[in-house]
């Protein structure tokens, strides 16, 4: 049986790579082990949506292994696809999405980042600014994802005021610098996601 190791990846990395395993592979089973009981009811919440009933063992608090098992009786509701226009753009203005705990709304927004890289469509245009800016310059494992959401054509920006600001401008590692001016234009003419 093939076996997803998602343990210690943050939400939704398991979801997304046991999705992913069903659009490109169709398995009768498999088996995913994950470190929190939360990803256990995510993965069986996206199993029963793809026609597959789940089982899940509690090895301890933390390790868990869940097991798909296509269930032909589970009805499968197609949907034609995202419920967004493909003309949107995503702002992204702090390091942290919402409020609360510092650490883990940092998380939060790289597991952010990283959904938008597994959309079906990219956003046109991902802006940063303000903290936000920290994100292209200096966090590596969003800086991946950017660079492959960059290669599926969507144009990244840094505001240059800010990178200069926060002693940044010479670290940009994905996109490209502009001004507010830009970024108001911008933002005229998208839909505005902000996480």
Not at 49 to 75: A, N, R, W
Not at 81 to 102: Q, R
Not at 105 to 119: M, N, V
Request: glycine content about 8%; overall charge negative.
């Amino acid at each position: 049986m093939k076996t997803i190791d998602a343990m210690g990846l943050a939400c939704p990395r398991p979801v997304i790579l046991s999705k992913k395993l069903i659009s490109e592979e169709s398995p009768e089973e498999f088996e995913v082990k994950v470190d929190n009981f939360i990803a256990t009811e995510n993965l069986a919440k996206m199993a029963h949506e793809m026609g597959y009933k789940t089982e899940m063992t509690e090895h301890s608090k933390e390790s868990y292994t869940v097991v798909f098992k296509k269930d032909p009786s589970i009805e499968i509701k197609h949907e034609d696809g995202p419920h967004y226009s493909d003309e949107y753009m995503v702002v992204i203005s702090s390091e942290m999405m919402g409020g609360g705990d510092e650490d883990f709304a940092k998380k939060l927004l790289e597991g952010f980042i990283y959904a938008l890289s597994e959309q079906e469509v990219a956003p046109k245009v991902i802006v940063f600014y303000n903290g936000g800016v920290h994100i292209p310059t200096l966090w590596e494992n969003s800086i991946k994802d950017l660079k492959f959401i960059e290669s599926r054509g969507t144009e990244i920006f840094s505001c240059g005021l800010c990178l200069e600001h926060y002693g940044l401008k010479e670290k940009v590692q994905v996109g490209s610098i502009t001004n507010m001016y830009k970024i108001v234009e911008l933002m005229g003419k998208y839909k505005v996601v902000k996480p």
